[in-house]
């Protein structure tokens, strides 16, 4: 089964980093535009950061010199490092976008299942 899965979250302290990291599944092929988005408890889903499949980024202004998105793609994986974190980056993280199956078929905005992150003293 296709999928994302992101690992890499967890509790830390204010000021801290942390990498999260979205690894496609192996019936993936090649993946593309890709982004981290993250969800507060009862708050919408927001972009956090995107990269482009040659490499091109965008970030929220709230992260903008603290987190830096990368790619490999020779290991069809998408990176989030995060420094400085803040308690207010307190979410569940999640990863989003497009690939192309090892069958040759495209997909459109696929998400992972989330991984969580906690910055607290």
């Known amino acids: 089964q296709a999928q994302f899965v992101e690992s890499g979250g967890g509790l830390v302290q204010p000021g801290g980093s942390l990498r999260l990291s979205c690894a496609a599944s192996a019936s993936i092929l090649i993946i593309n535009a890709m982004g981290w988005y993250r969800q507060e408890t009862g708050k919408e889903r927001e972009l956090v950061a995107q990269?482009?499949?040659?490499?091109?980024?965008n970030y929220a202004d709230s992260v903008k010199g603290r987190f830096t998105i990368s790619r490999d793609n020779a290991k069809n994986t998408v990176y989030l490092q995060m420094n400085s974190l803040r308690p207010e980056d307190t979410a569940v993280y999640y990863c989003?976008?497009?690939?192309?199956?090892?069958?040759?078929?495209?997909?459109?905005?696929?998400w992972g299942q989330g991984t969580q992150v906690t910055v607290s003293k």
């Open positions: 989003n976008g497009n690939a192309v199956l090892r069958s040759g078929r495209p997909l459109y905005d696929l």
């Open positions: 990269i482009t499949s040659t490499g091109t980024t």
